[in-house]
């Protein structure tokens, strides 16, 4: 009922801040009137993005399933650990859509090389924030799960997945920038065989076969995570030094 709550009143300020008068873009009632054409075309170019989450998302719950074959306590650690790194990663998250922004931004100005300059310089933001607060989160992880439940044996276990897991945040920043750089530029579908290559080729298998059959057990897992990770960020900077994204039309 709070989250309901809360996302509700976030939503009726973001209509009252539109219809407002004070701000740059200003909505009226007869901007609801439909067009099929235009529907049509946003559609189309979201199917790309809607992908990207399914496949992020369905990847991360197998990722779970192997888990819990490991026992309660390890399903308990990884799920407050995962709470932990996301919490982390939301401003890297922000400044990578602001990449997006500005990628976006400078192509329809015409300007693709300054689009280029602003994506790697945030990608280098992104990856001094991230690395800062990888090198934090490994100096004590144990402190950081106390903070949510006393049973050493969880902390034991959570602890390894957000240290582990945290070894692998540079290519977590240059990842998601040049991803949602592309993005940014109108190709999203690029982006969603990337995910489909690292999530689904890549992380599950090799989750299964670090854990399983090479008896890495649940740590297994988490470098799976890092690896899938990182070869995300290799091809999401290989595709975006082939410049293909700057001549998209959107």
Not at 61 to 72: H, N, P, Y
Not at 221 to 233: D, L, R
Request: with cysteine; hydrophobic share 50%; aromatic share 12%.
């Amino acid at each position: 009922m709070a989250t309901t709550i809360g996302r509700g009143i976030g939503v009726l300020f973001q209509v009252y801040l539109l219809f407002g008068k004070k701000y740059r873009i200003k909505f009226s009632i007869h901007d609801f009137v439909p067009n099929l054409k235009v529907m049509i075309h946003v559609t189309q170019l979201s199917l790309g993005g809607m992908a990207q989450n399914i496949i992020v998302t369905s990847s991360w719950i197998a990722l779970v399933r192997i888990i819990s074959t490991f026992g309660s306590e390890v399903v308990a650690g990884y799920t407050i650990a995962i709470r932990i790194l996301i919490f982390t990663m939301l401003p890297a998250w922000g400044i990578s859509n602001a990449a997006s922004t500005l990628v976006g931004q400078n192509l329809g100005a015409g300007k693709p090389e300054r689009a280029a300059r602003s994506a790697w310089i945030t990608s280098i933001v992104n990856m001094v924030l991230l690395g800062i607060t990888g090198i934090i989160i490994n100096l004590n992880p144990h402190f950081y799960l106390g903070l949510f439940i006393h049973d050493p044996v969880v902390i034991n276990y959570g602890a390894d997945a957000l240290r582990i897991i945290s070894y692998g945040y540079l290519s977590y920043a240059m990842g998601m920038v040049m991803v949602q750089s592309i993005n940014g530029a109108g190709d999203t579908f690029i982006p969603m065989f990337i995910n489909v290559i690292c999530f689904w080729c890549l992380e599950i298998p090799l989750a299964y076969t670090l854990s399983k059959v090479l008896h890495f057990n649940q740590e297994g897992v988490y470098y799976s995570v890092v690896i899938a990770e990182t070869a995300m960020a290799i091809l999401g900077v290989t595709w975006f030094r082939l410049g293909k994204w700057k001549v998209k039309k959107v």
